[in-house]
DNA sequence: TAAATTTGCTTGCATAATGCAAGTGCAAAG
DNA sequence: CTTTGCACTTGCATTATGCAAGCAAATTTA
């Protein structure tokens, strides 16, 4: 379904072979900031996206091991998607993007907040952040 | 030919309303890091752009006002494609995902060399780099 | 100065990705 | 034991991408 052909050694090239597309960054966005974590939750943004094109993305994702399935504690039926190290590390790339999206397009106001805090100490606010979201990791995981 | 539409508010979905396909980062990644600034240029890179492609991409960055046509000074025959400001501050972004790519994927040694001193002092590099590119920036944008 | 080449595209067409609506199978709730 | 919710899958129309060829204007070569 999905091609994993690297197209060249570079390592923006590799990089957007794995998330560069108008989706994935947003599912990962969502897992960062706004406590999503199953399929119904990434159907229910903004944006729109599609059933198949979510299941598509999940799947990439997940054979990139930027995020992991993992079983829902409340239901059989959910499960549980969450960003693994590797995805929690994508977060300085989704704040830069903040920053450079604040300083030439319309943003929100609740998020130009989030913005400014996380301008003022922008290591201070990774380190935060990914201390929040280490503690959701699972277990296979937690050693890193 | 391009869409304009915007999916929301989002800024990172705005954000990759305009940059986030496989192709465009990569034509700024030329401009920012190997002086590329033509049409055979970016098409010379390893990546293989479709000619077709390269045009709609060249075509959009501009009028997203990353990219600016200027004239050649060789030729009129050529056409010089530069990096405007806003061009210009994705790098911070694109040094993130060379971050991310260095710690996560298998990358070239004389870039992990360039990432290795970007990562001394990420501000220093970034305002040398950004004062390089400025050089070449058009009259008219020349007042940021 | 005429012919060949370079440059920056455009066009046509095959293939692949995306978007939309409907359907399926399993789990849990009523 | 039927209905609902959840996580997908499937089929099909639309759009984007990839590839090869073509083309006009500018420049070089003969």
Redesign the interface.
């Known amino acids: 379904m999905e091609k994993l052909k690297k ?11 794995i998330f ?3 989706w994935s ?2 599912i990962i ?1 969502d897992m960062m900031f706004s406590q999503k974590s199953t399929y119904g939750d990434f159907l229910k ?4 996206i599609a059933t198949n094109i979510l299941a598509s993305r999940l799947q990439g994702l997940e054979e990139n091991k930027v995020i992991e399935k993992l079983e829902h504690p409340d239901s059989k039926a959910k499960v549980l998607y969450k960003l693994t190290q ?1 995805g929690i ?2 977060l ?17 106001a609740d ?1 130009k907040a989030m ?1 400014k805090a996380a301008k003022k100490d922008k290591d201070a606010f990774v380190k935060m952040m990914t201390k929040e979201l280490k503690k959701q990791l699972g277990k296979e995981n937690s050693n890193s």
């Open positions: 197209r060249s050694g570079c390592p923006i090239s590799c990089s957007l072979d560069g597309d108008k960054l947003l966005r943004s903004a944006e729109g590797k590390d994508l300085p790339i989704i704040l830069e993007i903040h920053f450079w999206a604040d300083k030439y397009l319309t943003i929100p998020i913005i």
